[in-house]
């Protein structure tokens, strides 16, 4: 264990005094002088052609200020995130989906917007929409768009010879897996302020995850350049994917640039929910070879992915669904493959866990099957399959760091003890069954190669010893600026506490990318190495020159000054102030972008991977056989995070992934009926509340990630993926039956019990 | 419809606030009286972010009409800190790392806050009750509730010494 002062060490979340007190502030929370409230327009339909879009009348209302449609956008009229960008900021001849939106209006008060938006008089030639994503594969099934197929990708990653690996297996086993369509609920709805500053700057308040993307893409609708154009993101009260890509956020600029006032767009929760995109439902056909004695031969996996009308991130969810699918196992022989799919439901994109949760379903459902078909444990066949440091997997890429693994699936098994699990009672009440699951996964950090995947960061040393950091990372609660500030601590050698980030703000802070992919931790973090480097250096050979000590025997630590670890009456301060006098720089940019270490076989994925991190869960559930309820008893959940930055802040990221895998696995559903979505709401789409979770039990794995910050790697997303299938082979132990499909809602568990006949036994063996 | 003279008690101070009937007591609080603290997850009554304090009991702001609130002492997380010093339990939040997003917090402190009104020692399953209409997205229950466990025993303690 190296000695950290900082890394590792409790320290609070940044700011959290501002959110305990109610002084942190939201979109909407500002308010400024004479501003507007903007809305916009949703079409009554899912797919149809607009006949008549008349806001003439609209316009004439008193308190309406600005009313745009998309002829009035001087710029581009696309969001700008999938290329081919295909995604209108306004719509014009054609409605592909319920959240599309026709019109943006900016008035003095909600209610004059709303009046305004009521006027607006809106013609539909209803089209018969595409709503079932096997139909949309139909040879000859009408097409979302004229112009391109339905099917839009369909990526094969091939490895090995997968004939000869089902020749190989003793057993194959194949089944169809299904996963809902699930919607983000961030407490904070997607919000936007806007407003024309002083020096002919539109100034977006932004709450999103990506401030340098949001200015380019405003700065095109608007028709301005860049430099016009500065994003802020104010506290941000969640995201999870769901804030990526923009939202409302250039409309509110465009009605800004239209009226000439500050403007404000907060969508209501119903309009949320209707519009952002949402994780895919997806299903997968996943076949596998096995020997006897257990070991994996072969996989050929399908994944079939609904992404609605638009790109958005729905292509790339879906690669990495295919990247993914082999699972955190050796599989010698692989074809992975991943359809995108066009129809005019919701659209789907980037949502915690970017596929795996979907991938890692199928695959630890199919594991569990298997190992009961050879009568083998569920954990020695994880064990005896893992991955491990030097595999190759079917991307073509060698694992750099993989004890994880196997270090999760031990650590797991003996916190939740794992093997004595069979001398539980089963069946503590006839109309009870106990029963148990484990799930491992592996999760990629980063964006992949071949995808720009870089950060600036930017350290100011004051004369008072104290620390600026400057980000442009996005820190959505998921406490990426205290660690980044915890690194920015230890790396110069000053106390957390005199670090102060500022970020981001596009006119001050310089991109860090988006804050997806758990990539903030190992990007943003060796930035900020980067920029301490020079600063660091810059101290000590100050230091060197005041004690006449040589360099290499002097550290920084907690502002002090040591020499082979003794204190001196010398501090960080008086170093600065030294080395100011002396004329030399104590302000650092750091850059740094991702790095991969081999080139990679030919015809593999192109975006694949260099840093991969695991985790496996324990799930111990109850089933009520005549409701079908489950409880769930305990959760065990075993992470591997290459180093702590923030022992607080890496505890709630594995609790509430959990939580929200636990919601995924028994009770989310985006229910959606010929492209409308039938529970837009919180009190109809049900999310855990502190009732539905047990104590969790969390443990964190420790072994540095080469080339990451500290040895730190993302833990954003991974701890979300292995609780849905853990509880879903806990609860098929339970009941003695497979089960393919979460939610387990009880309709669902109950109709498994009395349609299914019991095809194992209970309780393993 | 004319607007109603409505007279509060808003962390302690007495205000008096001319708004129209259809207001609720959240938009009063933010939007009358710039308290935005208080925050708004859904309007519906199934977030709980918007939770208040309306004479002792925990209420959602965001279904209590102006006039429903007429004469009623409402305590918001403004008004949990006393001359900057941090209320235990907004000390314990921070501590604990009972927050993420810290969207929820504000409801969620004063559900919890009215909780150890009436209940200074409560059980890790009273709270789980007292904060189950407080959805948190990032999943802070459990740092939550050994929150609310720490600060209710250090203000027992400081009672008792």
Request: hydrophobic share 40%; glycine share 10%.
């Amino acid at each position: 264990m190296l000695d950290f002062s900082v890394i590792g060490k409790p320290a609070p979340a940044n700011r959290s005094r501002d959110i305990v007190t109610g002084q942190a502030r939201y979109c909407p929370d500002i308010r400024l002088p004479g501003m507007l409230v903007g809305k916009l327009l949703y079409p009554k339909y899912s797919s149809a052609i607009i006949t008549r879009l008349d806001v003439n009348s609209a316009r004439m209302l008193p308190g309406v200020v600005a009313l745009l449609t998309a002829r009035d956008i001087p710029g581009e009229n696309s969001y700008l995130y999938a290329l081919p960008a295909d995604q209108p900021l306004l719509v014009t001849d054609i409605v592909r989906y319920q959240g599309d939106a026709l019109a943006a209006v900016a008035a003095e008060t909600e209610e004059l917007a709303q009046a305004a938006l009521d006027a607006i008089k809106v013609e539909y030639e209803p089209l018969e929409g595409l709503y079932d994503v096997l139909e949309a594969m139909q040879p000859g099934a009408r097409q979302v768009w004229p112009d391109r197929e339905n099917v839009y990708d369909h990526l094969i990653i091939d490895h090995g010879d997968i004939d000869l690996g089902f020749k190989a297996a003793d057993i194959i086993i194949e089944h169809t897996y299904y996963t809902p369509l699930v919607e983000h609920a961030f407490m904070e709805t997607e919000g936007a302020v806007a407003y024309l500053d002083e020096n002919g700057v539109m100034v977006v308040y932004s709450s999103c995850q990506a401030p340098h993307r949001d200015q380019i893409q405003i700065a095109r609708a608007l028709g301005v350049p860049e430099s016009r154009v500065r994003v802020i993101t104010p506290h941000i009260g969640g995201a999870f994917g769901g804030k990526d890509e923009a939202h409302v956020q250039i409309h509110t600029a465009l009605l800004a640039q239209s009226s000439g006032r500050p403007v404000r767009i907060i969508r209501s929760r119903e309009e949320s929910i209707l519009t952002h995109v949402k994780r895919h439902p997806i299903i997968i056909r996943y076949r596998t070879g096995i020997t006897h004695d257990g070991k994996l031969t072969a996989v050929h996996a399908e994944a079939i992915g609904d992404t609605g009308p638009y790109l958005n991130a729905g292509r790339d969810v879906m690669n990495f669904v295919a990247a993914t699918l082999s699972g955190p196992y050796y599989v010698p022989n692989a074809r992975l493959e991943a359809y995108t799919v066009f129809t005019n439901n919701p659209i789907c994109g980037a949502m915690r866990g970017y596929g795996i949760p979907q991938a890692s379903f199928a695959y630890e459902a199919q594991m569990d099957l298997l190992a009961r078909r050879i009568g083998m444990d569920p954990l020695e066949i994880r064990l005896l399959n893992g991955l491990d440091t030097g595999m190759q997997v079917p991307t073509g890429v060698t694992i750099r760091e993989g004890r994880g693994m196997k270090a999760c699936l031990q650590e797991a098994a003996r916190f939740s003890g794992w093997k004595g699990r069979l001398n539980e009672t089963p069946q503590p009440a006839p109309h009870l069954r106990r029963g148990w699951g484990m799930a491992s996964i592996w999760f990629s950090i980063g964006m992949g190669r071949g995808i720009p995947d870089h950060a600036t960061a930017t350290l100011d040393i004051t004369l008072d010893g104290s620390v600026i950091l400057h980000t442009g990372a996005a820190d959505m609660g998921q406490g990426a600026h205290t660690a980044l500030a915890q690194m920015a601590a230890e790396a110069i050698g000053v106390k957390f506490e005199t670090v102060k980030v500022i970020g981001p703000d596009t006119a001050i802070t310089f991109d860090a990318g988006p804050s997806v992919a758990s990539r903030q931790t190992f990007i943003s973090g060796n930035a900020v190495l980067n920029a301490a480097q020079p600063i660091r250096e810059v101290l000590l050979q100050t230091a060197s020159e005041l004690t006449g000590l040589p360099v290499g025997i002097l550290q920084l630590r907690d502002g002090l000054v040591l020499a082979e670890g003794e204190r001196l009456s010398l501090t960080i301060a008086e170093l600065a102030i030294k080395a100011t006098q002396e004329n030399r720089c104590l302000h650092a940019d750091g850059f740094y972008a991702m790095q991969y270490p081999e080139p990679l076989q030919p015809n593999s994925y192109a975006y694949a991977p260099a840093v991969f991190t695991f985790g496996t869960q324990v799930a111990q559930v109850l089933v009520d056989i005549e409701t079908g309820q489950v409880t769930i008893e305990k959760l065990v959940a075993v992470q591997d995070a290459g180093q702590v930055i923030n022992p607080g802040g890496a505890r709630g990221q594995i609790e509430g992934g959990v939580i929200m895998g636990l919601g995924y696995a028994l009770m989310e559903e985006l229910l959606v009926d010929q492209g409308s979505t039938q529970n837009p709401n919180l009190g109809t789409y049900l999310i855990p509340t502190a009732k539905d979770v047990p104590a969790l039990i969390v443990k964190i794995v420790e072994i540095p990630e080469p080339f990451a910050p500290f040895g730190a790697k993302g833990l954003g997303e991974p701890p979300l993926t292995p609780t849905a299938p853990a509880i879903l082979n806990a609860v098929a132990d339970a009941i003695g039956v497979p089960l393919y499909r979460i939610p387990l809602t009880p309709e669902r568990v109950l109709t498994a019990i009395v349609s299914v006949p019991e095809i194992f036994p209970n309780n393993g063996s | 419809m004319s607007d109603i003279e409505l007279h509060l008690v808003v962390n302690g101070a007495p205000c008096t606030v001319q708004a129209e009937p259809c207001l609720t007591l959240l938009e009063i609080l933010r939007d009358k009286l710039g308290l935005t603290g208080t925050k708004e997850g859904c309007g519906a009554g199934d977030c709980g972010a918007c939770v208040v304090l309306m004479d002792g009991q925990a209420v959602n702001a965001c279904l209590v009409l102006a006039a429903q609130a007429q004469g009623a002492h409402i305590i918001t997380v403004e008004g949990l800190a006393q001359e900057g010093n941090l209320h235990p339990l907004q000390q314990a939040f921070v501590d604990k790392w009972a927050l993420q997003c810290g969207f929820c917090t504000p409801g969620m402190l004063m559900s919890c806050y009215a909780l150890l009104l009436g209940n200074p020692d409560p059980s890790p399953e009273e709270i789980r009750e007292a904060i189950a209409g407080n959805l948190c997205r990032c999943g802070t229950y459990q740092s939550v509730v050994e929150a609310v466990l720490s600060a209710a025993r250090s203000t027992r303690e400081a009672r008792h010494a």
